[in-house]
């Protein structure tokens, strides 16, 4: 059964780098499939952050770009989130999933809340 | 404002079937791109219900079907039960923005 779990800083400072870790089980990144980050503030709906395949080629959505990396570790089964300069409309739950070439996310991580504040 | 255009609620009593509806453009369903849908219960992660259209992953009931025409998708709900009532979102691909984009989100209500 493939696995996510998210985990990292769940308060970040504004301006700081929010960075956060999916770590994969019951599945080999190194096998295929593209993984993604996809967040939802409060009370609002989904928003697609960006992805990265096994091989390290990456696809950011153009409004985040300039703020964003997303990296894989295929020794350690796991890939990263990386958002600088955040700010309060950055905070909302962050969610990890393993991605199909076609797009759609058949696996999710629980999710985890990110709040900016000083 | 989301390049995918759902109803924000429906509504509907047990037994009965209802509709969902996903307006796109010509750069994302109408471009061909398939659309997928998910459902989301109170405080947990989406899960995929719809995938290229019209599929269903295993272990989905088959209460839940999707079709597309034009520019806009649909997802159908049969037999609504109480453990339906959730937040569903359909997903597809811009291909003038660049990026996989969500629907604004339906909130289903089972009366």
């Known amino acids: 059964q493939v696995q996510l779990h998210e985990s990292g800083p769940g308060l970040v400072k504004p301006s700081d780098t929010l960075s956060l870790t999916c770590a994969v089980s019951g599945y080999s990144i190194s096998s295929g499939y593209y993984w993604g980050w996809i967040r939802q503030p409060p009370g609002k709906g989904l928003e697609w952050i960006g992805n990265v395949f096994h091989s390290g080629k990456t696809y950011y959505n153009p409004s985040l770009k300039s703020r964003v990396t997303i990296s894989v570790d295929t020794s350690k089964n796991q890939f990263s989130l990386k958002l600088s300069d955040v700010t309060a409309a950055d905070a909302a739950v962050y969610y990890c999933?393993?991605?199909?070439?076609?797009?759609?996310?058949?696996?999710w991580g629980q999710g985890i809340l990110v709040t900016v504040s000083s | 404002q989301s390049v995918l255009t759902q109803p924000p609620s429906v509504s509907g009593a047990p037994g009965q079937r209802v509709t969902i509806s996903c307006t796109g453009s010509?750069?994302?369903?109408?471009?061909?791109?398939?659309v997928h849908w998910y459902q989301q219960l109170p405080g947990t992660a989406p899960k995929l219900l719809i995938y290229?259209?019209?599929s269903r992953p295993s272990g989905v009931p088959d209460r839940f079907s999707g079709s597309k025409s034009g520019t806009s998708a649909s997802l159908a709900i049969s037999s609504l039960q109480a453990e339906d009532e959730a937040d569903y979102y359909c997903q597809s691909y811009d291909s003038s923005l660049s990026e996989w984009v969500f629907g604004g989100g339906t909130k289903l209500t089972v009366l």
């Open positions: 010509s750069s994302n369903i109408g471009a061909g791109y398939g």
């Open positions: 999933a393993r991605v199909d070439n076609s797009g759609y996310s058949d696996y």
């Open positions: 290229v259209t019209s």
